[in-house]
């Protein structure tokens, strides 16, 4: 709601000495007037808004929280003012659920002195305000959505910008598994046959499946193997009630093929040396590893005992697992991927909680990290279309204009977009093991 600062100016009676002097300066002319008129009366300052729609009650309460005084720091730590304009948080709940954060945008919205609006903590929620705040020209920049559709549009063959006023400050989940793949491609060569071993929890079958994905993306030929060390002994399969498939059914044209499942000696037992054994008699130019660093580490070991030189890859987590002790000399070459140009994996800096605590504020949370970014990629964008404008409405649309050019460092690594208003994934950074340490490679 927008506040009248205007004061009500006291009367007083003129003596006949004053109303002469009053004459007197009339008779300087206008000029002198308006000096006297702007040193009595200050131009009130220039406010411009950041608007704040999270949860603050129920099971996202703490996230929303988060979120709220993240940007609130970064605000605070900016000193409250960019290009000649004081800068101040609005917050408004929005419940997590799409009626309520509607509500809350149209109100954001309606004032005149918001530049830009932070929430969106679900895919529904996104969704909904997208259209509501893209009406009003307002930004809109979310630090958790990662739904392509809300960038790209409904339909991933001819993707389209839905709403040039969002932004996506979350860092995408599968860049990981697209920087794996890269590498796949770069080790194997151009349609190179690749494995990928799952270790076999729910994890390391997503991360297989992205990686597969990306891979087939890439034109690489890519087979499966199946990691079950734990796997119990089979009993005898019942037999197909159903007889031999029909050679006459014609096959599924659509799409891409399905990655090839390769089942070693002694499967479905499998373990390790049948996982390896069948990767290798599928003459696999890379081996990728989808799995825990101890699974790793146990390839790893297998494939040195083989004797079999291969090009071995694993997520970045294999950095922080304890994988070199654990496969002592196999470990030397292998290499791991991450995400982002700091070696990271889009991981807050350690220090963003203690400055919220310091600070009287609440931890960061989940979102936290990515929600300061986003408060100062709008500062930065602020910077930039506020200066020159006679009021926020007014500078909106330049607004959203400088947002796409913003190119800072951030709490989650560098924050930049691309021309779907993602955050742009940075150069992935390769980690391989070098006499008994991990070292940057690219």
């Known amino acids: 709601m927008l506040h009248d600062h205007r004061r009500p100016v006291p009367t007083r009676v003129l003596t006949a000495p004053a109303i002469v002097t009053g004459i007197a ?154 920087a794996g793949a890269a590498h796949l491609e770069r080790t194997g060569g151009e349609g190179a046959r690749v494995a990928i071993l799952d270790g076999g929890t729910p994890e390391d079958a997503a991360l297989r499946s992205d990686v597969a994905r990306e891979a087939g993306a890439r034109g690489l030929d890519v087979v499966t193997v199946p990691l079950r060390p734990e796997a119990p002994e089979p009993s005898a399969p019942p037999a197909d009630p159903t007889g031999p498939a029909d050679p006459t059914e014609p096959a599924d044209p659509t799409g891409p093929a399905e990655p090839t499942e390769l089942a070693g000696p002694g499967e479905p037992q499998g373990g390790p040396e049948a996982a390896v054994a069948a990767a290798r008699a599928a003459d696999v130019a890379a081996v990728y590893v989808a799995a825990g660093s101890d699974t790793v580490a146990s390839v790893a070991r297998t494939v040195a005992s083989a004797g079999w030189v291969v090009p071995l890859v694993g997520p970045g987590a294999l950095r922080e697992g304890g994988f070199i002790e654990a496969a002592g000399p196999a470990a030397e070459s292998v290499v791991a991927t991450t995400s982002t140009a700091t070696g990271a994996t889009a991981e807050p800096s350690s220090d963003l909680a203690a400055r919220a605590s310091a600070a009287g504020l609440d931890d960061p949370g989940p979102f936290g990290a990515a929600a300061y970014d986003a408060a100062t990629a709008v500062l930065d964008a602020m910077s930039r279309c506020l200066p020159a404008a006679d009021s926020v409405v007014d500078a909106r649309e330049g607004c959203v204009a400088e947002m796409s050019q913003v190119s800072i460092p951030g709490e989650t690594g560098p924050v930049a977009f691309t021309e779907y208003g993602e955050r742009a994934a940075p150069a992935p950074v390769l980690w391989q093991v070098r006499a008994g340490t991990w070292v940057p490679v690219g």
């Open 25 to 178: 300066v009339l008779a300087t002319g206008c000029s002198t007037m308006g000096d006297l008129a702007a040193s009595r009366q200050p131009e009130e300052p220039r406010v411009a808004v950041i608007g704040v729609a999270v949860p603050l009650d129920g099971a996202q309460a703490a996230a929303g929280a988060g979120v709220r005084d993240a940007v609130r720091l970064a605000v605070d730590e900016a000193g409250r003012e960019v290009g000649g304009w004081s800068v101040e948080t609005a917050v408004l709940e929005d419940r997590g659920q799409p009626g309520p954060a509607i509500e809350a945008v149209t109100e954001l919205g309606a004032d005149r002195r918001v530049v830009a609006v932070i929430g969106g903590l679900s895919a529904p929620v996104v969704r909904a305000v997208q259209p509501v705040l893209d009406a009003a020209d307002v930004l809109f920049l979310s630090p958790a959505d990662t739904d392509p559709a809300h960038t790209r549009g409904a339909d991933p063959a001819t993707p389209v910008r839905p709403y040039p006023t969002y932004f996506s400050v979350a860092t995408a989940g599968t860049s990981e598994a697209a």
